[in-house]
């Protein structure tokens, strides 16, 4: 049953970015590729990095102790790892190699419950509304960064 709750909270968390909630939620229940389409910037932006970095910030960002970790979101298809960071975030994004959606940009979603598939939840969200500190993702990915240019990686 406290799985369930999680599953609709979560969706009505991520939904409620939607202008129109009822029909994203639908989609997601019964549309054909079950994702929808989301405006970034009202509740959430995302900062997008190449999988290969990605993967390895999202692993870092769940083993840290005392952190609970906000969305992450890959898109297998586009080799890519989004970070679901508070609103406004993106308008300060200055990094080399990173993506940021913000006010106007839009990102497909699929359910926060999907684990598989080619766009999918690493770390979904909690119905909370928890999102990434940039400042934490900043230095994981700068963390992940230096130990791919070391070699210590895998």
């Known amino acids: 049953m406290a799985l369930m709750w999680m599953r609709s909270s979560a969706s009505e968390w991520?939904?409620?970015?939607?202008?129109?909630?009822?029909?994203?939620?639908?989609?997601?229940?019964?549309?054909?590729?079950?994702v929808a389409l989301l405006p970034a910037g009202r509740l959430w932006d995302v900062v997008i990095v190449p999988d290969e970095l990605g993967l390895r910030v999202a692993g870092i960002l769940e083993d840290l102790?005392?952190?609970?970790?906000?969305?992450?979101l890959w898109d297998a298809r586009r080799c890519q790892v989004g970070f679901f960071v508070p609103p406004g975030t993106a308008s300060r994004c200055v990094c080399t190699g990173l993506r940021c959606a913000g006010?106007?940009?839009?990102?497909?979603?699929?359910?926060?419950?999907?684990?598989?598939?080619?766009?999918?939840?690493?770390?979904?969200?909690?119905?909370?509304?928890?999102?990434?500190?940039?400042?934490?993702?900043?230095?994981?990915?700068?963390?992940?960064?230096?130990?791919?240019?070391?070699?210590?990686?895998?």
């Open 65 to 72: 102790p005392l952190l609970r970790p906000g969305p992450v």
């Open 103 to 154: 006010q106007g940009a839009w990102i497909t979603a699929p359910a926060p419950h999907r684990r598989w598939g080619s766009l999918r939840w690493l770390i979904p969200p909690d119905g909370a509304g928890t999102l990434n500190r940039p400042e934490v993702l900043e230095l994981t990915l700068k963390r992940a960064v230096r130990r791919s240019v070391l070699g210590l990686s895998g």
């Open 14 to 34: 991520l939904a409620a970015a939607s202008e129109d909630p009822r029909s994203c939620k639908r989609e997601w229940r019964l549309g054909l590729s079950g």
